[in-house]
């Protein structure tokens, strides 16, 4: 019974997050709120772990982050329309250490927090079509590259530990 309202009210949370409507600055702030918890994960491993698999078929800790930052560009370019510099930077970065992979997925959030500068609140209901099938609002959209930023950064936090480092402590506000 405890369990079945735990998940209740998680869902019922979870639905009034999805519902509320957001605007431009609340969305900008969310991002550089997470750019920030981001650079805390970067910061926290340590150089010898951006190599690190927790398995040999898994991503690398560095790989997992330029993945999170191709998806930072890819789906953003298709929420918002605007072209990135870069693309495929998990595939095509060579140079795979703690101040490279920094540097790229930090400039990956400032090409997010930057996009949704040129865009107004009425913008954000405008419909998009993401994966050539997928019919949302760019709200929605940006939501969805949200969510897997926090995803993968979250996934972070096992390689972190096998590091025998302490990742950063719960940033929601």
Do not use: C
């Not at 595939?91 to 997925?105: Q, Y």
């Not at 969805?144 to 993968?152: A, I, L, S």
């Amino acid at each position: 019974m405890k369990t079945r309202h735990y998940v209740l009210t998680f869902l019922f949370l979870s639905l009034g997050y999805l519902a509320q409507a957001q605007s431009v600055a609340d969305l900008i702030k969310d991002w550089e709120r997470a750019r920030d918890y981001t650079k805390e994960y970067l910061d926290a491993m340590p150089e010898a772990g951006y190599m690190l698999k927790p398995t040999p078929e898994m991503r690398a800790f560095a790989e997992q982050m330029l993945h999170l930052s191709d998806a930072n560009y890819g789906l953003t370019a298709a929420a918002t329309g605007e072209v990135p510099a870069v693309k495929d930077l998990e595939k095509t970065t060579t140079d795979k250490s703690k101040a490279n992979v920094t540097r790229l997925t930090l400039e990956s959030y400032d090409f997010v927090i930057n996009s949704l500068r040129k865009l107004k609140d009425a913008d954000l209901q405008a419909q998009v079509k993401l994966f050539g099938r997928f019919d949302m609002s760019k709200l929605a959209a940006m939501q969805k590259v949200f969510e897997h930023q926090t995803h993968h950064r979250g996934q972070t936090t096992v390689y972190i530990r096998l590091a025998k480092a302490t990742p950063p402590g719960e940033k929601l506000f």
